[in-house]
Every structure is written in structure tokens, then in C-alpha cells.
Nanobody, 126 residues
Framework: QVQLVESGGGLVQAGGSLRLSCAAS????????MGWFRQAPGKERELVAG????????YYPDSVKGRFTISRDNAKNTAYLQMYSLKPEDTAVYYC???????????????????WGQGTQVTVSS
């Protein structure tokens, strides 16, 4: 079992930046892919960034490509989501998640992530 704790959310003006962190404990962090999801009120949860367990592969949907960057520091058991050029439509609760299986690529669906953090609110004002 792994515990994931997000931090770094907050209120930012449109065009601003935020960096989210996800600290993991309780299981071998480096063996699992990590993902960042978000969910806005009334909308489905969506994957906004994923990184392979090796850190060499990343995934972004078109909605955030070029603005968000996912990274990981396996020595610190921490994943990050750097967000630039934030837009009001980026407002959501952001969750980090760890893949259910070790040593896999980047899962694209929430069902393939077995551990989730509690979420951190990101609000972008216009």
C-alpha cells in the first residue's frame, strides 16, 4: 500500500504558474508509473499528465500539452506537475495517482491507477 499526499495548489491569476507535488510513502515508488488527474465540478475526471516508472516517457492530452510538465524524483519519492500559462478552465481538484501494476507504461484510464491522493484545489481566476 502506498500513501500519496499532494501539495502546492492554490489561487492564481490566468497566465500564472503553479507547481504541484505528490509525496509517496509505503511502497517502492520508483517501480510505478504516476499520473496527475483533475476533476472540475460537473465534469468527468481526466488525466492531464502521466510519467512512466523510468521517467523517460510522458503523456499529456492536447488540452494541456505545452503548458504542463510532469516529472519525478525517485530519490525523494516525489512526483511533480509544473503548470504554466494557467487558464480559468484549468480550475479543478488535482489528484496524483500511482499505477496499480509496477513496471508498466503510462496508463491512460483512472481504473489502472490503484492509489490516489486526497487532492489539491487549483483555482485560476480570470
Amino acid at each position: 500500500q502506498v500513501q500519496l499526499v499532494e501539495s502546492g495548489g492554490g489561487l492564481v491569476q490566468a497566465g500564472g504558474s503553479l507547481r504541484l507535488s505528490c509525496a509517496a510513502s509505503g511502497r517502492t515508488f520508483r517501480m510505478y508509473a504516476m499520473g496527475w488527474f483533475r476533476q472540475a465540478p460537473g465534469k468527468e475526471r481526466e488525466l492531464v499528465a502521466g510519467i512512466s516508472w523510468t521517467g523517460t516517457n510522458t503523456y499529456y492530452p492536447d488540452s494541456v500539452k505545452g503548458r504542463f510538465t510532469i516529472s519525478r524524483d525517485n530519490a525523494k519519492n516525489t512526483a511533480y506537475l509544473q503548470m504554466y500559462s494557467l487558464k480559468p478552465e484549468d480550475t479543478a481538484v488535482y489528484y496524483c495517482a500511482q499505477s496499480t501494476l509496477p513496471g508498466v507504461g503510462i496508463p491512460k484510464t483512472g481504473g489502472d491507477y490503484g492509489s490516489w491522493g486526497q487532492g489539491t484545489q487549483v483555482t485560476v481566476s480570470s
